[in-house]
Protein backbone atom coordinates (compact mmCIF):
# COMPACT_ATOMS: atom_id res chain seq x y z
CA UNK A 1 0.00 0.00 0.00
CA UNK A 2 2.46 2.47 0.71
CA UNK A 3 4.35 2.73 -2.86
CA UNK A 4 0.94 2.95 -4.31
CA UNK A 5 0.50 5.62 -2.35
CA UNK A 6 3.87 7.05 -3.02
CA UNK A 7 3.04 6.40 -6.99
CA UNK A 8 0.21 8.32 -6.70
CA UNK A 9 1.61 11.40 -5.46
CA UNK A 10 3.12 11.81 -8.92
CA UNK A 11 0.95 9.83 -11.10
CA UNK A 12 -2.25 9.62 -9.09
CA UNK A 13 -4.22 7.79 -12.06
CA UNK A 14 -2.28 4.24 -11.01
CA UNK A 15 -4.41 1.75 -9.61
CA UNK A 16 -2.14 -0.80 -8.75
CA UNK A 17 1.82 -1.35 -8.43
CA UNK A 18 3.86 -4.87 -9.57
CA UNK A 19 7.47 -5.90 -9.19
CA UNK A 20 9.26 -6.46 -11.93
CA UNK A 21 9.59 -10.12 -12.80
CA UNK A 22 12.79 -9.87 -14.93
CA UNK A 23 16.14 -6.78 -14.94
CA UNK A 24 15.85 -4.51 -17.72
CA UNK A 25 18.84 -2.76 -19.45
CA UNK A 26 18.70 1.09 -20.56
CA UNK A 27 20.57 2.89 -23.04
CA UNK A 28 20.74 6.00 -21.53
CA UNK A 29 22.07 8.69 -24.24
CA UNK A 30 23.72 11.88 -24.83
CA UNK A 31 20.32 13.50 -26.22
CA UNK A 32 18.62 11.76 -22.88
CA UNK A 33 20.97 13.65 -20.80
CA UNK A 34 20.70 16.80 -22.46
CA UNK A 35 16.79 16.66 -22.36
CA UNK A 36 17.08 15.74 -18.44
CA UNK A 37 16.12 18.04 -15.48
CA UNK A 38 18.13 17.92 -12.64
CA UNK A 39 16.51 16.74 -8.99
CA UNK A 40 13.58 15.43 -10.55
CA UNK A 41 12.21 12.15 -10.03
CA UNK A 42 10.32 12.14 -13.50
CA UNK A 43 12.60 13.64 -15.79
CA UNK A 44 16.21 12.67 -14.67
CA UNK A 45 18.26 11.19 -17.50
CA UNK A 46 17.54 7.65 -16.39
CA UNK A 47 13.62 8.34 -16.38
CA UNK A 48 13.96 10.10 -19.77
CA UNK A 49 15.87 6.78 -21.20
CA UNK A 50 13.47 4.39 -19.60
CA UNK A 51 10.57 6.45 -20.98
CA UNK A 52 11.94 6.31 -24.71
CA UNK A 53 12.99 3.14 -24.84
CA UNK A 54 9.71 1.53 -23.18
CA UNK A 55 7.20 3.64 -24.46
CA UNK A 56 5.96 4.57 -20.81
CA UNK A 57 3.11 7.49 -19.88
CA UNK A 58 5.87 8.09 -16.66
CA UNK A 59 8.86 7.43 -14.43
CA UNK A 60 10.00 7.88 -11.19
CA UNK A 61 13.51 7.53 -10.60
CA UNK A 62 14.75 7.54 -6.93
CA UNK A 63 17.93 6.82 -5.69
CA UNK A 64 17.12 3.55 -4.29
CA UNK A 65 13.41 2.68 -6.60
CA UNK A 66 12.41 2.89 -9.63
CA UNK A 67 8.90 2.81 -10.92
CA UNK A 68 7.70 2.61 -14.57
CA UNK A 69 4.45 3.51 -15.63
CA UNK A 70 2.16 2.11 -18.20
CA UNK A 71 -1.64 2.95 -17.86
CA UNK A 72 -2.64 2.77 -14.77
CA UNK A 73 0.10 -0.23 -13.61
CA UNK A 74 3.35 0.91 -12.04
CA UNK A 75 6.25 -1.53 -12.34
CA UNK A 76 9.00 -1.76 -9.26
CA UNK A 77 12.74 -1.99 -9.82
CA UNK A 78 15.40 -1.20 -7.37
CA UNK A 79 18.08 0.90 -8.74
CA UNK A 80 21.99 -0.80 -8.32
CA UNK A 81 24.94 1.17 -7.05
CA UNK A 82 26.38 1.71 -10.21
CA UNK A 83 22.51 4.10 -11.08
CA UNK A 84 22.94 5.32 -7.77
CA UNK A 85 25.81 6.91 -7.90
CA UNK A 86 25.00 8.62 -11.61
CA UNK A 87 21.79 10.16 -10.31
CA UNK A 88 23.68 11.27 -7.57
CA UNK A 89 26.35 12.83 -9.35
CA UNK A 90 23.64 14.39 -12.17
CA UNK A 91 21.48 15.94 -9.10
CA UNK A 92 24.93 17.31 -8.19
CA UNK A 93 25.07 19.15 -11.62
CA UNK A 94 27.87 16.66 -12.94
CA UNK A 95 27.21 14.78 -15.77
CA UNK A 96 25.39 11.65 -15.95
CA UNK A 97 27.50 9.21 -18.15
CA UNK A 98 25.71 8.28 -21.59
CA UNK A 99 25.95 4.25 -21.50
CA UNK A 100 24.42 0.82 -20.81
CA UNK A 101 22.97 0.56 -17.10
CA UNK A 102 20.38 -1.98 -15.73
CA UNK A 103 17.70 -2.46 -13.14
CA UNK A 104 17.16 -4.83 -11.33
CA UNK A 105 13.91 -6.84 -10.46
CA UNK A 106 13.59 -7.33 -6.30
CA UNK A 107 14.97 -10.32 -5.39
CA UNK A 108 12.40 -12.50 -3.37
CA UNK A 109 13.48 -10.71 0.07
CA UNK A 110 12.81 -7.36 -1.31
CA UNK A 111 9.27 -8.07 -2.89
CA UNK A 112 6.67 -5.89 -2.14
CA UNK A 113 3.68 -7.54 0.42
CA UNK A 114 6.57 -9.21 1.56
CA UNK A 115 6.34 -9.88 5.43
CA UNK A 116 9.75 -9.11 7.28
CA UNK A 117 10.21 -10.38 11.06
CA UNK A 118 9.12 -8.04 13.83
CA UNK A 119 11.77 -6.10 16.52
CA UNK A 120 11.31 -6.82 19.87
CA UNK A 121 8.73 -4.45 21.34
CA UNK A 122 9.72 -5.07 24.63
CA UNK A 123 13.34 -3.02 26.30
CA UNK A 124 16.68 -4.58 25.48
CA UNK A 125 19.92 -5.31 24.21
CA UNK A 126 17.94 -5.22 20.56
CA UNK A 127 16.11 -2.60 20.51
CA UNK A 128 19.06 0.02 22.17
CA UNK A 129 20.99 -0.85 18.94
CA UNK A 130 18.37 -0.21 16.53
CA UNK A 131 17.37 3.17 18.30
CA UNK A 132 21.25 4.68 18.21
CA UNK A 133 21.95 3.15 14.48
CA UNK A 134 23.49 5.52 12.57
CA UNK A 135 21.78 7.01 9.18
CA UNK A 136 23.78 9.08 6.99
CA UNK A 137 21.26 11.33 4.87
CA UNK A 138 23.01 12.73 1.56
CA UNK A 139 22.47 16.36 0.36
CA UNK A 140 22.09 17.81 -2.26
CA UNK A 141 20.26 15.41 -4.38
CA UNK A 142 16.03 14.73 -5.09
CA UNK A 143 13.70 14.72 -2.07
CA UNK A 144 13.51 11.13 -1.08
CA UNK A 145 10.19 9.19 -1.91
CA UNK A 146 7.32 9.66 0.38
CA UNK A 147 8.50 13.25 1.13
CA UNK A 148 6.82 16.48 0.88
CA UNK A 149 9.29 17.65 -1.22
CA UNK A 150 8.92 14.97 -4.05
CA UNK A 151 8.86 16.81 -7.73
Same mark, same amino acid.
Given at each position: MA? @?? %? !??? @???? /? %?? /? !?DAKKDSKIEVTKRDTSSATVRNHKACAMAVACKRKMDLDGVIMSV? %??? @??KDNVATRYLVPPSVAREIIAFDRNAVFEPGEYKLNAPTESAKLNRTHGSIKASGGKDNEKISKRFRHKTEGIRASLGSKNVV
Open positions: A @LH %T !VQQ @LFPN /V %TK /V !VS %TAY @LI
